[in-house]
């Protein structure tokens, strides 16, 4: 008893007990929503009542894909419904009606739960639906607001991986819905796009990734000649070093690295520039050494320069088939500092200067 009188009860005790109540009857509930949605498929019960009541499921369960097979046959079901309607302007608007409101059900799906991919996959399933049942200005539209859709996610979270290759495939299929005479290609437009997240956020590793793949699409298809490749490559070399005004950023370092691909011989040839000689190769890289070295000058505890001065000073070897001792001095001497910076991986740094001696 307390000093007042009054019984003391452990309110937490008393809250579990009725946190627990509460669970069972929620438990109690789902068990039955979802038998109640079995029962009606099973029964080929096809309606609107059983759309709804799946719903309700995946909004408490969006990972339970064998719902999202059933949310298909009802789907399907209605589609075909629609499809033998008398005139053929009223099987078009209900089909796309159907396949609008379904795209709406999963937008609060898709803000709850963002990396849920049955979501996703059950969304591109009703785009694709979109392409084989629908005109092609009507289907097209449809992907043109999804491209819309994922351009808002990236803005909430520019560097979802998922995000990027989303839109990649969203803008795979706008290209195949073009009309003939268009022939379109939305490379030119996705790389300004890349080009503007970029300039939002430099350490979005996901929208340079993305944007080396367009660099070879757009030179591809506009045929480039060497010398436009060369001047891409220019811009590509420039863009990265204005970028790495932090050097600690290792993203930059990641696209560095995949520029420098260019100059090795061994897989220049699925780079911008394939077709530099021996000699270009070996300018852009003693030009790139003498860049990197000033951006020592402040940054000497950053490793990342480091690695970069000996990649380089390697890739220039395997060019000129040997390394000249004064090359071989500078490895050495920046090995010794990347060890004393990097003791994590210092077995790595110890084995590599074995090789050079």
Not at 86 to 105: P, R
């Amino acid at each position: 008893m307390s000093g007042h009188g009054i019984p003391r009860y452990s309110s937490a005790g008393e809250k579990s007990q009725e946190a627990r109540q509460q669970e069972l009857r929620k438990i109690e509930k789902y068990r039955a929503l979802d038998q109640l949605v079995h029962d009606k498929i099973t029964a080929h019960e096809y309606t609107s009542e059983t759309l709804q009541k799946i719903s309700e499921l995946l909004s408490d369960n969006p990972e339970y894909y064998t719902v999202w097979n059933y949310r298909r046959r009802v789907l399907r079901d209605q589609f075909s419904q629609a499809a033998s309607s008398d005139s053929n302007e009223t099987a078009t608007d209900k089909v796309a009606s159907l396949i609008k409101n379904d795209l709406l059900f999963l937008i609060p799906l898709l803000r709850s739960f963002p990396k849920c991919y049955w979501i996703w996959n059950y969304r591109l399933w009703l785009l694709d639906e979109a392409k084989h049942l629908l005109p092609l200005p009507v289907a097209r539209k449809f992907w043109q607001e999804e491209l819309a859709l994922v351009g808002k996610m990236l803005n909430l979270d520019s560097r979802n991986f998922h995000g990027w290759g989303y839109r990649h495939f969203v803008v795979e299929s706008l290209e195949k819905l073009a009309p003939e005479e268009s022939g379109q290609s939305m490379a030119p437009e996705e790389f300004e796009y890349a080009k503007k997240m970029i300039s939002t956020n430099l350490s979005n590793f996901s929208a340079w990734h993305y944007r080396t793949k367009l660099i070879q699409r757009l030179l591809n298809e506009k045929s480039a000649s060497n010398k436009e490749r060369k001047e891409m490559l220019d811009g590509e070399l420039e863009l990265i070093h204005n970028a790495l005004i932090d050097p600690y950023d290792q993203s930059l370092w990641f696209y560095h690295q995949n520029l420098m691909c260019t100059f090795d011989p061994s897989v220049s040839d699925q780079t911008m520039a394939p077709n530099l000689t021996d000699s270009e190769r070996l300018e852009y890289i003693r030009q790139e050494i003498e860049a990197i070295q000033e951006m020592l000058d402040g940054a000497e505890d950053c490793k990342y320069i480091y690695q970069a001065l000996i990649d380089c000073t390697v890739l220039a070897a395997k060019i000129q088939g040997s390394m000249t001792s004064e090359d071989k001095g500078n490895v050495l001497g920046w090995l010794a500092e990347i060890k004393k910076l990097d003791p994590l991986r210092r077995g790595r740094w110890v084995d590599f200067e074995m090789t050079m001696s």
